[in-house]
């Protein structure tokens, strides 16, 4: 099994659906992250939390939330989808130790039409 | 606020041939460096993780080093090969106020012809 994993891995939706991005972990990391990837823009942070009960903006949070279950797991969702929120997902996880490499999902791909 | 940069943004070699990708980061106030593989479509791939107390790190073909003063890590792949096709990351690991975040390069896209 993987070590992070998200789901679903691809996914179209209509303007104006709400929609749930799902990553859950067996790492036992702390941290969780999630990033979206537009061509040309590289890695953006939308949301990060550093356990259960603290959750944290990123740099274009607008549009979406999140949800951190339990310790594996942390969920994305858009509220209402427009088209510009089309992109790649990545869900990923680490903790505060130094040397402790960043995890990442294989990705959602995400259409809003 | 913390900017990682890469260059070149693309990088053709014929095979065989040795080559260095470049990160630079503004704030030396980083728990660690980590390059990253991204084949496309796909999820990201550690490559090799070097910590703030270390110089550099090597895997295989791969050496990344790491000078925290000047700003600047460097991956080195030695006898490319098509294989290595891919888009590769560097990513920082912020030390400060949002601690653990990490920030990306936009990465370089590196194509080895056979």
């Known amino acids: 099994d993987a070590d992070v994993t998200q789901t679903p891995r691809n996914r179209i939706t209509k303007t104006g659906k709400r929609i749930m991005l799902e990553c859950s972990q067996t790492?036992?990391?702390?941290?969780m992250y999630w990033y979206r990837q537009d061509p040309g823009l590289g890695l953006q942070l939308i949301y990060y939390?550093?356990?259960?009960?603290?959750?944290n903006k990123g740099e274009i949070s607008d549009g979406y939330s999140v949800s951190r279950q339990a310790q594996a797991k942390f969920s994305l969702s858009l509220e209402s989808a427009i088209p510009n929120q089309t992109a790649l997902y990545f869900c990923?996880?680490?903790?505060?130790?130094?040397?402790?490499?960043?995890?990442f999902g294989q990705g959602t791909r995400l259409t809003v039409v | 606020k913390q900017e990682v940069t890469q260059i070149p943004a693309a990088l053709s070699v014929p095979e065989g041939e040795n080559l260095v990708l470049n990160c630079s980061f503004t704030d030396s106030a980083i728990y660690n460096l980590q390059w990253f593989r991204q084949d496309p479509g796909k999820g990201l791939t550690s490559l090799l993780l070097?910590?703030?107390?270390?110089r550099e790190q090597t895997s295989g073909r791969l050496n990344a080093s790491l000078d925290k003063s000047s700003g600047r890590s460097t991956l080195y792949i030695a006898a490319s090969q098509p294989g290595d096709s891919a888009t590769y990351l560097c990513?920082?690991?912020?030390?400060?106020?949002?601690?653990?975040?990490?920030?990306f390069g936009k990465g370089t896209k590196l194509s080895v012809k056979p």
């Open positions: 990923a996880t680490s903790d505060f130790r130094q040397g402790v490499e960043a995890f």
């Open positions: 790492k036992g990391h702390d941290r």
């Open positions: 070097i910590q703030s107390s270390q």
């Open positions: 939390s550093f356990d259960v009960k603290d959750i």
């Open positions: 990513a920082v690991k912020e030390y400060g106020g949002s601690q653990g975040n990490l920030i």
